[in-house]
């Protein structure tokens, strides 16, 4: 190697909750650490979700994506993990030594004994888009394919396209402050959690068997009305707006890393229950990852994170330890604790 590179122990690609909680567990571990992110912040796909409200996870109250994504990060750098940003990787190589390296698509490399995947569905993430010509001109105006900022929508006539969780939740998150919501969709089956579909039912006007077809406006700047087509029978209504938002969901691409031998399947890796890809020393975790009892939850992502970190950890020390001790026996924290006491 001509140039000088740091080696170590895991190399955590991705910074999303799994990847953060990984980067904090392998901290209990005493494993030398780095996360590479393809963003040029942390957060994962959380990044797109900073203004919902978290239920989920247990022990915290209701918390935005935001607060939650600042706490992951937080504690994440509780061992200092080292941290490179706005890296893409792309490269893997298997080393004499069998290490690996991994390179970045603007060149850089990375030195690791482990690699544990944590890149959610993929760097390459593309919205679905509204599959109208003259969409595109309205991106700019009333057209989102996100919600950045519920403020935005308040005292607005919104229209929401979709019937998967983004779409739901959206719905639920806007009623209160939009003057009104209307959520269109192709069938009658919407993806989420119970409790938030019934209560979008309940909250906004639904109409299912319908689809997006065309889009009006008076001044070709923003949206004034847009006409649903019903699925089965034809038959179209016109519906007047503010704001459209479109959420189709995404496709996923992974690029090189379908080269890696990993087994990535059309969305994501089918993993063991300890979290082992097809390529020893390579370990995963998160939304990334699909096995038999998977949680798609962050709660998932987090025991997904756990397992793969010990995994790591025993493939570079057969003989450790199966898993780290808990906080409140495990001596990595008990000077953080003095510390914590003291503040």
């Known amino acids: 190697m001509t140039e000088k590179l740091e080696l170590f122990d895991v190399t955590i690609i991705g910074g999303g909750p799994a990847g953060l909680y990984a980067a904090f567990y392998s901290g209990m571990r005493e494993m030398k650490t780095k996360i590479v992110d393809a963003q040029s ?26 607060e939650l994504t600042d706490q992951l990060v937080r504690q994440a750098g509780t061992f200092e993990p080292t941290v490179a940003l706005s ?14 390296m991994l390179t970045s698509t603007a060149g850089d490399r990375h030195w690791t004994k482990t690699v544990i995947m944590a890149i959610g569905y993929g760097g390459l993430r593309k919205v679905r888009k509204l599959e109208i010509e003259e969409a595109k ?8 394919y996100t919600v950045e900022n519920l403020e935005d929508f308040r005292g607005k006539r919104v229209v929401i396209s979709g019937g998967g969780d983004s779409a739901v939740d959206w719905a639920n998150e806007l009623e209160p402050i939009a003057a009104s919501v209307t ?18 039912k309940a909250s906004s006007d639904v109409l299912t068997h319908y689809q997006v077809e065309m889009l009006h406006s008076e001044d070709g700047k923003s949206i004034d009305k847009i006409t649903i087509c019903h699925v089965e029978s034809g038959q179209r209504e016109q519906l007047e707006l503010d704001a459209l938002i479109v959420s189709h969901g995404a496709t996923y691409e992974y690029g090189r890393l379908r080269d890696w031998g990993l087994g990535i399947g059309k969305d994501n890796l089918a993993v063991t229950d300890k979290m082992e890809s097809q390529v020893p020393g390579i370990f995963a975790a998160g939304d990334f990852v699909s096995y038999g009892v998977k949680v798609m939850l962050i709660t998932g992502a987090f025991n997904d994170a756990v397992l793969a970190v010990n995994s790591a950890k025993q493939y570079i020390e057969p003989k450790a330890a199966k ?16 510390q914590f006491v003291k503040n």
């Open 137 to 144: 001109g309205y991106e700019n105006s009333n057209l989102y």
């Open 183 to 200: 959520v269109v969709h192709r069938t009658d089956k919407f993806k989420g959690l119970e409790r938030n579909i019934s209560r979008m």
């Open 87 to 100: 890296q893409e990787i792309e490269g893997l190589e298997r080393l004499d030594d069998g290490t690996f």
């Open 323 to 338: 898993m780290a001790r808990i906080s409140t026996e495990n001596v990595r924290f008990d000077e953080l604790n003095k």
């Open 41 to 66: 912040e942390l957060g994962g796909t959380m990044l797109f979700f900073l203004d919902k409200m978290v239920w989920d996870v247990g022990g915290i109250p209701p918390i935005t994506g935001r």
